[in-house]
């Protein structure tokens, strides 16, 4: 167990619905990382949160946005969904900014579009 | 551009038939290099973090070491158990700290 902790494990959905994935870094980490895998791309990076303020942006949709709350939990909203959307979302947390840090990462999120 | 190459994408090996795993990198320097274990539809569980050449690191079957241009996971004597998919990630110096990910080696022990 990392101590990552994401919700919800499965979600099923329909295309052009919105939904909102949860994370909860482990204690003491100020960011959090998004990502995305699926079979084709492998693990891809999205977004980085670090104390509330996006730090660097990856390959990220705009129908993706996320946020990182007060209390160091971070959302991924994904709109407008796509079949090609459905994958597994990661979230993973670090304690600093990133410079050598490691990642540690959640169970995930497995989204299928239908 | 930053690279991350792993080979081979497959491996299958007997039970106590030890093996190497390979991962070449380009990048500007290094600043960390990172190896994880992924069960299917699991998250990446973190193993090893190298910070320079010539670094070793070992945890049970498990050894990772670092040269300038290319890291080795090798599996001693490996055990069903250890089956899963191994992800390499580097972290370049300078720029964005984001690690660029491997697309993993895909480990089959068989008992």
């Known amino acids: 167990d990392s101590g990552v902790t994401q919700t919800p494990k499965h979600l099923i959905t329909a295309t052009g619905q919105r939904v909102t994935l949860r994370c909860s870094p482990r204690s003491g980490d100020l960011s959090v990382y998004w990502y995305q895998q699926s079979l084709d791309q492998g693990l891809q990076f999205l977004i980085q949160y670090y104390n509330g303020e996006e730090r660097a942006k990856g390959n990220i949709l705009e129908r993706f946005s996320a946020q990182q709350f007060p209390d160091l939990h971070s959302e991924l909203n994904l709109s407008s969904l796509e079949l090609g959307d459905s994958a597994l979302y990661f979230c993973a947390s670090s304690v600093g900014q990133g410079s050598a840090d490691t990642q540690y990462f959640g169970p995930g999120t497995r989204l299928t579009v239908l | 551009e930053d690279q991350v190459t792993q080979s081979p994408e497959a491996l299958r090996l007997q039970e106590g038939e030890s093996s190497s795993l390979n991962c070449s990198y380009t990048?500007?320097?290094?600043?960390?290099l990172f190896w994880y274990r992924q069960d299917p539809g699991k998250g990446p569980e973190f193993l090893f973090t190298l910070y320079s050449a010539g670094e070793e690191k070992e945890k049970e079957r498990l050894k990772a070491t670092l040269t300038k241009k290319e890291s080795f996971l090798h599996i001693t004597a490996p055990k069903p158990e250890d089956s899963a998919t191994y992800l390499c990630a580097v972290q370049a110096s300078g720029g964005s700290y984001i690690p660029t990910f491997g697309r993993g080696t895909s480990l089959i022990v068989h008992p």
């Open positions: 990048v500007s320097g290094l600043r960390g």
